[in-house]
């Protein structure tokens, strides 16, 4: 029986797009799966200054368009379903589950990305949407001239608060510790930003409002005092975690559920790939994810073609 495409790829961020352009210039017959949208986490990335070949930068929205249209016009096909389950992987047909249809192939790369943690803290859910959101890019435009918060004290978190302290009034970085973990270019950026305040060695313990968000319930860990810190909105960027759920038992990941693969992005299945945020010790980095992902169609053609 023969399979229905030489490889699927299974998302279509960075890594996903970057592998479907090498793919099809391969001359393999590529469908790439996606639940949402092409673009991945630069669907929610404001400015992007580290990734060359924009001497002033670029847009998220804007690169994932490019590098969508780029795949595209090479012959990648790109059908728009969530991913249910994957069988058969030791098999030289390799089955891909969706909602619509089942797909076969003969190779598979896996460039699911990951997703932002929550908190887990009450009104979190409650809020959500109604002044709690983890994406400044698409909700920050909802509080111009507001005063909100941002959790956490990595690059993502800096990142962002740079960009909504552009539109608020203010940003007030609620950080566990009483440094930041944040790179030191976005560090010096944050602390030289005029709208930018910080609540150094404190956590949110709840999210509180009527109808919506008015304020972080928020424990000074040095005192243990608990007050409530008036805020319009909460952009939380407090980890992430890898879209591998549906890959548990069938593939060998680290304890975070990361796919562990060698340098040319193999799995220990023959004909199974994984590249980007989904794979182990990736550097979570733009040009990192599509270095991954051209390894990984690299790969799958070499491994095709022996």
Known sequence: MEADYDVIILGAGAAGLA?????TRAMMKTLILESIGPGGQLLITDEIENYPGFTNGVKGQELAQIMDQQTARFGAETEYAEVEGVDDLDKPLKVVHT?????????????????HNKLGNPGEDRFAGKGVSYCAVCDGNFFRGEDVVVVGGGDSALDEA???????KSVTIIHRRDELRATKVLQDRAFANPKMKFLWSHMVEEFTGNEVLEAARVKNLKTDEIYDYPTAAAFIYVGFHPNTEYLKGKLAMDPLGHIETDIHMRTKIPGVYACGDAR??????????????????LSAYHDHAA
């Open 19 to 23: 592998a479907g352009l090498y793919t």
């Open 99 to 115: 909602y619509d249809r089942d797909y076969t192939t003969g190779r598979l790369i896996i460039a699911t990305g990951g997703a």
């Open 162 to 168: 740079h960009y909504l302290s552009g539109i608020v």
């Open 280 to 297: 182990a010790d990736s550097t979570r980095q733009l040009g990192a994810a599509v270095g991954d992902g051209i390894t990984a169609a």
